[in-house]
C-alpha cells in the first residue's frame, strides 16, 4: 500500500507494501509551522489573500478535487478551532476563489493570508485495506531489522526534499529524522503499531 501525502492529494492510495517515494511538494504544515502532518488533522489548503474587492479569498486546495474543500466545510485553524466556513465557491488555477462566514471584505481576507486550513482525519474518506494516510504513522514503533523498538514517530514532517519520520527514542532525548523513502522504512504494519526502519550509517541528522 502506499501512503497519503497531504501536500500532494487528500485522498489514499495504494502501493505494494512498500513505503511511498518522497512528496513532489510540501505545502502541507505541522500545527507548529513546521511542514509535515502531525496529530489528527490534516492540512487541506492554505489562504493565499484576497481575490477582488468584494471579499472572495483564493485558498490553494491540497485535495485531488479542490471543490472538496467546501464539503469539508468548515475548515480548522491548527488549533482545532474554525479558520474558515465556507458559503460558496469556483475553481482557480491553485485551488479555489471562495466566500466565507468569516470574511466580508478585502482587508479581512488579506488579513488571513498564510492562513492555514484543515480537517480532522476522521472528516476525511477511510482507507481501503491497502492505503493509509501519512497521519496514520503517528504514534508507530518504530523497529529494527532485530525488532529493537527505537522509539515512536512523533510526526511526518516535510522541509521542502521529501517526507521524513520524526523519531522521538524510546531512551528518552532528543527527536531525530529519517528520511521516508523505500530504502529506509522496508516495511509498515499499520494495524499491529509497528514499522521497520533502517538508518544509513552515516545518518546524523537532528532536530534543531
Known amino acids: 500500500m502506499r501512503g497519503l501525502s497531504p501536500s500532494h492529494h487528500v485522498e489514499p492510495s495504494t502501493r505494494n507494501n512498500q513505503p511511498p517515494q518522497p512528496s513532489r511538494d510540501a505545502s502541507h504544515l505541522l500545527p507548529q509551522g513546521e511542514k509535515g502532518v502531525s496529530g489528527h488533522l490534516i492540512l487541506v489548503g492554505q489562504v493565499g489573500g484576497a481575490f477582488g474587492v468584494r471579499g472572495e479569498v483564493k485558498i490553494t486546495a491540497f485535495t485531488a478535487d479542490a471543490m472538496a474543500l467546501v464539503g469539508y466545510s468548515p475548515l480548522l485553524k491548527a488549533d482545532?478551532?474554525?479558520?474558515?466556513?465556507?458559503?460558496?465557491?469556483?475553481?482557480?488555477?491553485?485551488?479555489?476563489?471562495?466566500?466565507?462566514?468569516?470574511?466580508a471584505t478585502k482587508e479581512q481576507a488579506d488579513a488571513l493570508r498564510g492562513l492555514k486550513l484543515f480537517v480532522p482525519r476522521e472528516r476525511l474518506p477511510e482507507p481501503d485495506e491497502d492505503e493509509f494516510?501519512?497521519?496514520?504513522?503517528?504514534?508507530?514503533?518504530?523497529?529494527?531489522?532485530?525488532?529493537?523498538?527505537?522509539?515512536?514517530?512523533?510526526?511526518?514532517?516535510?522541509?521542502?526534499?521529501?517526507?521524513?519520520l520524526e523519531v522521538a527514542p524510546a531512551a528518552g532525548g532528543q527527536t531525530w529524522f529519517l528520511a521516508f523513502t523505500r530504502d529506509t522504512v522496508p516495511e509498515l504494519h499499520i494495524a499491529d503499531g509497528w514499522l521497520l526502519v533502517r538508518v544509513p550509517a552515516d545518518d546524523d541528522t537532528e532536530v534543531d
Open 80 to 103: 482545532g478551532s474554525v479558520g474558515l466556513t465556507l458559503t460558496g465557491a469556483r475553481p482557480d488555477k491553485k485551488g479555489i476563489v471562495a466566500r466565507a462566514r468569516e470574511i
Open 133 to 164: 494516510y501519512l497521519s496514520d504513522l503517528i504514534g508507530l514503533e518504530v523497529r529494527d531489522d532485530s525488532q529493537a523498538v527505537l522509539g515512536k514517530v512523533r510526526s511526518v514532517p516535510n522541509f521542502g526534499a521529501g517526507d521524513l
